[in-house]
């Protein structure tokens, strides 16, 4: 499970850093908001910790860009900041959590369980996005027409939808959608984002995922 944790304090960066990662987590560590924001655009991250106070662009900054661009990766904020106005402003930022410093590495790690186990547990039956709804009853998807998914197909489209202005690498899609099957590679990714280039245009739709074999995917609208 692969993780963003952003704190310019660097001993309590090294050290949170150092816990996640002996506790099996995949962690990206950077010591400000714009460095943090531009991993989130590029990876394909299960969590986000943001401390609120960094150089550049403050944490609450970061989430609202984040929430803006709709990527609804799960996020919890860190702050010395502790008053009750704090905290709602994060939380009303779109914020999945919220732990005021000093903590201990303890009630941390059961924070990032509960967070991270929340994002896998919530899956919204529908999403719409430009001219698509993609459905999770019957893993159709609608446009002009309608056609059925395969699960590997609605897996991955629903990836690319709940965070439209993230560039996810094969890695990032094998980790999340293939990672139990140690036969899937590079080729497999592209034979998928093949199949879903060819059922969108089947439904008519606008849309298409673009990217190169062994690259980075995107679903944007077709360039006319």
Not at 4 to 26: I, K, P, W
């Amino acid at each position: 499970m692969k993780l963003l944790f952003a704190e310019d304090t660097s001993d309590l960066n090294r050290a949170v850093t150092a816990v996640l990662t002996h506790e099996g987590y995949d962690v990206d560590s950077v010591y400000d908001g714009n460095t943090a924001l531009e991993h989130i655009l590029v990876n394909g991250y299960d969590g986000v910790i943001l401390d609120i106070m960094m150089p550049g662009i403050d944490g609450i900054e970061v989430l609202k860009e984040m929430r803006q661009r709709r990527i609804h990766i799960p996020v919890m904020l860190l702050t010395a900041k502790a008053e009750i106005d704090d905290r709602v402003n994060g939380l009303d930022a779109g914020a999945d959590d919220y732990l005021p410093k000093p903590f201990a590495m303890k009630e941390l790690l059961a924070r990032v369980r509960s967070m991270t186990r929340r994002s896998r547990e919530y899956e919204p039956r529908k999403i719409e996005y430009s001219d698509i709804v993609l459905d999770s009853t019957d893993l159709s998807l609608t446009a002009r027409n309608t056609v059925r998914l395969s699960l590997k197909e609605f897996e991955l489209i629903q990836l690319l939808l709940t965070n439209t202005d993230i560039s996810h690498t094969s890695a990032s899609i094998l980790e999340k959608i293939w990672k139990d099957e140690k036969d899937a590679d590079d080729d497999t990714v592209w034979l998928y984002v093949k199949y879903l280039n060819n059922k969108l245009s089947s439904i008519g739709s606008k849309l298409s995922v673009n990217g190169e074999h062994g690259g980075v995917f995107q679903i944007a609208e077709r360039s006319s």
